[in-house]
């Protein structure tokens, strides 16, 4: 059975920063591309990043620069680490498995709430 446990965030002042992590159990985590997405109040979920098992990454134009995907396979964990924050990066952050296409496979977390003030 998949499991994903989010943990990492919480209150932060504008141009702070908090590191994000995600421990998965029940899937070879070497080999499984890996995501983080966020979900604003009364906003559809957004993908923020990606790492493939290979570790490439990719990123949302709008953390690119201030946000850092990474993994290590030993912990079976996937970070996010946020710099420079903003009040618009407010939102519950979740990790998901990714497919082939790098499309979310689920089952989501709970989440962990980020919440940023101005």
């Known amino acids: 059975q998949v499991q994903l446990v989010e943990s990492g965030g919480g209150l932060v002042q504008a141009g702070g920063s908090l590191r994000l992590s995600c421990v998965a159990s029940?899937?070879?985590?070497?080999?499984?591309?890996m995501g983080w997405y966020r979900q604003a109040p009364g906003k559809q979920r957004a993908l923020v990043a990606t790492?493939?098992?290979?570790?490439?990454?990719n990123y949302a134009d709008s953390v690119k620069g201030r946000f850092t995907i990474s993994r290590d396979n030993a912990k079976n964990t996937v970070y996010l680490q946020m710099n420079s924050l903003k009040p618009e990066d407010t939102a519950v952050y979740y990790c998901?498995?990714?497919?082939?296409?790098?499309?979310?496979?689920?089952?989501w977390g709970q989440g962990t709430l980020v919440a940023v003030s101005s």
């Open positions: 029940g899937i070879i985590f070497r080999i499984a591309a």
């Open positions: 998901a498995v990714l497919g082939s296409l790098l499309t979310p496979l689920g089952p």
């Open positions: 790492i493939t098992g290979a570790g490439s990454t």
